[in-house]
């Protein structure tokens, strides 16, 4: 890859990453308001149960699986100078979504009751009703979200980038103007609820027309059809089922995490998401907007010399940035999850149970960076069949051995600071712990960190699985675990810098530690990677020297 390739990718990647951190960070404003109007009343698991579906069918039919079947295919024709034959191919997913979903709409409105019973079978009588209801409004903003993430497709296919992640900012805006409403004129739940859900639909309507305004300029000649005769709309639809099969079993592994965790001590299911909260924040911001801007380029020049240098110089970039965040969040996660959490309620116990939770996490980082890598290469190949497989692998892996290690780890828990287990050991028996204990623990106990090196050691195998199944495809080339053992000393050293300085450092506040230690473990770490000639490492070092110069001349 040229220096202007990967100065382009790099430059794409950091708008991508841009926009998904303003709206992570509105979206966070928005679950703050949503749990200040609603609570955990009746009404707060009305709306959280008719968010279920509008999410389902985002996840599986929206970015995921639209941008790995109709970018490649999009990208290529534009590349090969057709134009018109793409904006035919365009016009026609965008009718086809529409009809589709249009169709999913009208069952959502017409049979929202019984819809409502299947998702909430203990809830009775208004609660039941409301969700119904609630059920009707959000269900018409499928075809708003769905229809966004075509607008993804064909922005990011012309390297516009930016203004496609940073749509979802309306989405929250419109709903947090909403719940500032409700709060100001002091709404009752029930009507806050429907509030909630209109500023949804209305939240929607607004991103999706935002990203259509950004399609329009492109002047391309899109023109709505149905048209599914076409021999690459075809080849679309037959890339786009695996795809969603891929994002279904997903959809489901994370449905039996929660379903296991229930099998666990109370305070199982609250760190698991806790803990997910910072785990997912690295893969969307730097494994998920590389992969977004590779696609397109991948896909444009599909032959194996150019593929194989984008994949090797993705690898490189992610694992170098994943390692380091692992070191992070395995020496100081504490201290940015007392910072973020721990207040009221919240004791120093939970903070430590969540910390540990997303440290074995964070083992899982490197090897979900280089998956996303790996699946874009198969992706603009036109293969959604193989990262599919390799998921249902991932998933199957992980809850075997999260079913085997999470009831031994329940009998463990922290009590002021210090680890203890339940009588009998960690060993005694295998299955949960007693109704008595599991309902009202006194302390936090360990079964979600279970889960969490099941979720970590699932990772690695798709890693390897979709590496083995490339070096197939591409020519012979280096192991994907080459780039992370070339930073292995370095992540090492940053963290065994860490953790001593924290022993030597008397106690202080969370911010202080953090002000202090990240920009240590930064340091090391490029340190010995410059010693080792990691090539990121390197171009970081020569833009900060350059910076200097600047600076040293201007003054």
Request: net charge positive.
């Amino acid at each position: 890859m040229s220096s202007e390739d990967s100065s382009s990718t790099t430059s794409s990647a950091k708008k991508i990453s841009a926009g998904i951190l303003l709206s992570r960070l509105t979206g966070l404003l928005r679950e703050s308001l949503l749990r200040s109007v609603l609570g955990l009343g009746p009404a707060a698991d009305a709306f959280a149960a008719a968010l279920r579906i509008p999410n389902l069918l985002q996840n599986l039919l929206g970015e995921g699986s639209l941008s790995s079947s109709f970018i490649p295919v999009y990208s290529r024709l534009i590349s090969e100078g057709k134009e018109e034959e793409a904006g035919k191919v365009a016009g026609a997913i965008a009718g086809l979504l529409i009809a589709f979903t249009g169709g999913l709409t009208l069952i959502g409105i017409f049979m929202a009751k019984p819809i409502a019973k299947i998702l909430t079978p203990g809830f009775t009588s208004e609660k039941l009703d409301l969700t119904a209801d609630l059920i009707k409004i959000t269900t018409c903003g499928i075809g708003f979200l769905v229809l966004a993430a075509w607008c993804l497709g064909v922005l990011n296919s012309h390297r516009k980038f930016f203004l496609s992640y940073v749509a979802p900012v309306i989405w929250n805006v419109a709903q947090v103007i909403v719940l500032i409403i409700a709060i100001s004129n002091n709404w009752e739940p029930t009507k806050a609820a429907k509030a909630a859900a209109w500023g949804l639909l209305v939240g929607g309507a607004a991103q999706l027309l935002l990203q259509f305004s950004g399609v329009l300029k492109l002047r391309n000649k899109i023109r709505i059809s149905f048209d599914a005769k076409n021999s690459h709309v075809k080849e679309i639809v037959k890339r786009f089922n695996p795809a969603v099969i891929g994002r279904g079993v997903v959809q489901i592994s994370a449905y039996f995490d929660l379903l296991l965790a229930s099998l666990l001590a109370t305070g199982a299911v609250a760190a698991l998401i806790s803990a997910q909260v910072l785990y997912i924040l690295p893969v969307s911001l730097f494994a998920l907007s590389l992969a977004a801007a590779e696609l397109p380029e991948m896909s444009r020049n599909i032959d194996n010399a150019n593929l194989l240098r984008r994949l090797d110089q993705g690898i490189k970039k992610v694992s170098f940035l994943m390692l380091i965040t692992s070191v992070i969040y395995i020496s100081l996660g504490d201290q940015i999850i007392g910072i973020l959490f721990q207040w009221g309620s919240f004791s120093r116990d939970d903070t430590i149970l969540v910390a540990a939770t997303l440290a074995v996490y964070s083992l899982g980082l490197p090897a979900i960076g280089c998956t996303r890598i790996l699946q874009t290469a198969l992706y603009a190949r036109g293969d959604t069949k193989t990262p599919a497989i390799a998921a249902s692998m991932r998933v199957a892996i992980a809850l075997f051995l999260g079913l085997l290690l999470m009831f031994p780890l329940d009998r463990l828990y922290i009590s002021d600071g210090s680890l203890n287990s339940e009588s009998g050991g960690l060993f005694s028996d295998w299955g949960p712990l007693s109704q008595g204990i599991r309902s009202l623990p006194e302390n936090p106990h360990l079964g979600a960190v279970g889960l969490a090196a099941a979720s970590a050691m699932g990772a690695w195998f798709e890693m390897f699985f979709l590496s083995r199944k490339t070096n197939k495809e591409l020519p012979p080339r280096a192991s994907q675990l080459s780039p992370i053992s070339k930073l292995l000393p370095a992540a090492l050293t940053a963290l065994i810098v860490v953790t001593a300085g924290r022993l030597l450092l008397p106690a202080t506040n969370e911010i202080l530690t953090n002000v202090i230690f990240i920009p240590l473990a930064l340091v090391s770490y490029i340190f010995i990677a410059n010693k080792n000639k990691v090539e990121e490492s390197l171009l970081i070092t020569k833009k900060l020297k350059a910076e200097s110069e600047k600076l040293r001349k201007y003054h």
